[in-house]
């Protein structure tokens, strides 16, 4: 890991079946590096049962189930200079639930969360089609670095 990038890991769910912490650190430099951030960054990764994903993708979002992966920016006064960009919460029953139905294996869908809510910290986004479009190769991009095939592929 670079001594420029600073990944906090909490796991607020058994660790069974949930990947390393070092292997989250892997994930979000592979994605640090594929969006060329090249300066000091500081994220929190918060993994999570379904209640509470469950609790703060209807208190943050207004949709009142469980979701994959929610990022949230930090919103810090621009005068203060940290490396802070923000948290992002994985949701380990969901991540489990898609990976089986999507045929893909779970540390491979644990890596595109990974990448997909770092980018969204980053500021990428998914809402428009060509904002997608865009994200979606740049993930794309990134997995294949990993040795992971295109999530997107039908």
């Known amino acids: 890991m670079s001594a420029n990038t600073v990944v906090h890991v909490g796991y607020a769910v058994p660790r069974a ?30 993994l ?28 810090l006064p621009p005068e203060l200079k940290l490396p802070l960009i923000g948290d992002i919460v994985i949701c380990a029953p969901v991540v489990a639930r898609e990976a089986a139905e999507q045929g893909k294996t ?29 994200m979606e190769a740049l993930e794309t991009r990134i997995l294949a670095g990993l040795g992971i095939a295109d999530p997107y592929a039908g």
């Open 106 to 134: 779970p540390r491979d869908h644990w890596a595109h969360l990974t990448v997909h809510g770092v980018l969204h910290l980053l500021g990428h986004d998914h809402i428009e089609e060509a904002e997608a479009a865009a």
């Open 17 to 46: 079946g949930v990947p390393s912490a070092a292997s989250f650190r892997q994930w979000v430099e592979a994605a640090l590096r594929g969006a060329k951030r090249r300066r000091a960054t500081e994220l929190s990764i918060r």
């Open 48 to 75: 999570v049962d379904a209640d509470e994903g469950r609790a703060l993708n209807r208190d943050y979002r207004g949709k009142d189930y469980a979701t994959n992966v929610l990022s949230f920016e930090a919103d």
